[in-house]
Each structure stands twice: as C-alpha cells, then as structure tokens.
C-alpha cells in the first residue's frame, strides 16, 4: 500500500488562507508547477530557498508513494523590469551591456542555475520547459482570450481587460486585493498609455525596431508578456486544473493573480487546487537586496569569501539551515546560524554513522513506532521540516543513550530506526553524508604519510605492482607524490 493512504498530508493553501487536507485530483498522481527563474544573473541564496522548499516538497510526495510530474520553467524572455508592462527585458538589456546574444546570457545563467542546484543535490525537476521554447502556444491563448472578449489589442500589442474579467470572475482572490481599491489607489493612466486601464496586464508586447528579442504573431512582431508563459506551460503538461502552483511570496502578486485570470478566461476554470507560496531569506536581519549590497551568493558561502563569514560552509549545511525553518516562515542568514546548524548536522552525521555498531536486545525501552510517526506528524503538518528535525534530533539523544548501554533496542526496532533516519534525513530532507569540519580535512597529511609508508614497505620486498598502484591512484585523486633523496613528499592539486 502507499504512504499517501495511511499519512494524511494538510497543506497551507494561500488561496483559501487555510490548511487543507491534500487530495490529488488524481488518485496516486500530483501535477506541480513552480515558477522557475528568469535567468539573466547568478542565481540568488534567496531564490535557492524557494526553490529547496519546493525540492523538499517534491521530495516528500515522492516518499508518500506519489507519482509527481514536477514542472519548473526558465524564463528566458518576456520578463520586463517593472511590473506596469514597462521598462526593458530584463535578459535583452544584460545581453545590450555585455554585447553578447541574449540566448548566450540564457545559456550562461542557466548553466549557472543548474550548477548551484547540483551541489545543494535537488532532484531535477520533470521538465524544465522555457518561455522562447513555447511561443506558439502563448499566441494560441492570447487569441483564445481575444475570442473570449477579455482582451484587446491596440497598436500591435494586445492586453488584458481586468476590470472585463472581474465583472464575471473574482481578479484579486489570491492576493486579497479588490479592484476597486486598486483602481482608487493607482496613478492616472499616463496619456501614452496605451491600456484601457491600468490594472491591465500584457499578454503580448509590440516590439520596437531595437527590440532584439521578437517573434511573428497575428498582431505583429513581439514578444510575449511574462504572465502568461506560465499559463501556457502548466495548461500544456499538467492540464487545465493541476494540484499545487508554487513560487515565492513576492510572486503572489501581480504575476500568480494574472496567471488565475489568463486561465480561467481561457479555460474557463481555476486553473490549480493547492496555491503555495515559500517565504523569503533575510541576512543579518535585512531584507536581501542587490541595490544594498546586503546580498550574498551561494558560491561565497561555499568559499567563505564574504565579510559577514567567519568561515566556508558546504552546500549539504546551508541545506540544513534552510530546512531548520518552515517553508513560509522568514529565514534569517547569518554566520553564527550557519555556525549552529554546521554543529547540528555533523550531531546528525555521528549519530547515523553510529547505529550500525550498537548491540541489540530481546526488548526495547525505546518506542520507535511512535516516535516514527511523530516524524510523519511533522511532515504530514505543511511540510514541517523545523518540527521534523526536532524529532530527528530526539533519536539522535536516544542513539547517545543506547551506545552508552543506558537503554536498549531490538534488532528489528534498530532497522527501522535507520531506514525512518535515513528516509527522512536522506531522501526527504536532502542531505548528504559529507566532512564539514576542517579537523577532517587536516587528517589528510596524517593519511596520505601512511600510503607512502605502506608504499615503500612494498617496494621494499619488490611488489612494483602495489607501489605502483598507490602512487597512480593517488594521482588520479589530484595528490601528486615525489621521491626525493630524503624519501618521498607530496602535493595536492
Ligand atoms: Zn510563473
């Protein structure tokens, strides 16, 4: 039988404001979609929360037995700098400063992305479907939406009539907001605007003569608006209604409540059941912002070549960190967080390694069944990584305690004991099994001053073959060894 059937999952649905009781559309199968990067700059520590939340979460209705289709796009045009519809592609204007094609600043940031989601070991996504890739299928909805009498086109750019929509549908049910305070709280049209309203939203933009990026379209050459490349792919691999939409808070509005609006013109239905929305990372008690250098990249937390660190810290501990918080909780970066959860997860590490060496009984003073669901309690509450890994660090006393002869567990206590850590550190959690601290690194000397000892020994009594063997493999591992008149030294490359 699979999980899913005994674990019942709750989920913080944002659209109802609420924690709902999950249930797939369709039994045993979850459709997923995250808004995935516009990739025009190194990808931020920020944006990698949002998107390890959403790894994690994958990662746990894959453990209940789920078969999820996860989609997380790549924006890679259409994304404009402000939000009215104004201002340049953001990728088009990176391409205009560094003189390069915009697709070599896709593939350069993309590459970039990927990159970064592999030392924080994500699980790739089911597909990753980019914007340029799906043109023809926005123009499609665009034209469906002009049908349907929720759009308009005027000099070649075609838009979206929201004070149109919301006669008939709710426009601002995601976000809380009502039209009619957005309408009394935005400025005058400006008179060269070209928008009924200033609630509109693109669905197509007419592109300038210098506009590099543009396509055909009924309406003319253009690009299209960033909203609607989501509906788009969503509506092509995981339907017209799917199970979760996810992305980061700050993506609520406007881009989540236009994706609704475009859908449900279109389609004529809501468009997802389960809206979920990953909080933000604040460092030393500050919002991240590039424009006030309170910002920091994962590569210089992985080197430690940032002022506000005292120290490098491994991609599998930052991972830790995260996941010491709820999903839609602020998280706070600093030095001494990361320094405390560094501690926690070499705790964590000893404990695991530990297990395989502690003796069983004939009985247990030690309840593992329950404790076992404790950690599916956690989970099964909206992803409660912070209270799972409380539970987790529960076992880890008991562990302590068993290796101390102070309490005792049967061998088939033991095996789940590990299996449950292992599931739930491992898969669910992420984490991999890796040294942190530097103590480690530092026995590398004391290691590689034995093989060449054990080296000479076999040249010695004329076993080349061995010596051999040591010094190549050791080589191939980048340590260079050097026979000298006063015996053999090394170099590490
Ligand atoms: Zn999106």
Redesign the pocket.
Known sequence: MHLYKSQPLKVYNSLKGKKEIFESISEGYVGMYV?GPTVYSNVHLGNCRTFMSFDMIFRYLKHLGYKVRYVR?ITDAGHLENDADEGEDKIAKKARLERIEPMEVVQRYTVDFHTILQKFNFLPPSIEPTATGHIIEQIEIIKDIIEKGFAYEINGSVYFDVPKFNESHNYGKLSGRKLEDMISNTRELASQDEKKSPQDFALWKKAETQHIMRWPSPWGDGFPGW?L??TAMSTKYLGETFDIHG?GMD?KFP??EC?IAQAEASNGVSPVKYWMHANMLTMNGKKMAKSTGNNILPEEIFTGNNDILSKAFTPTVVRFFMMQAHYTSILDLSNDALLASEKGYSKLMDAIGAIDAINTSDSSSIDVVSWRQKCYDAMNDDFNSPTLIAHLFEAVKHINTLKEHKATITESDKNLLKATLNAFIFDVLGLENKNVSSADNDKLPDVVSLLIQLRKEARDNKDFATSDKIRDQLAALGIQLKDGKDGTTFSVS
């Open positions: 808004c796009n909203h490349e989501c992305g993506l881009h989540h994706e």
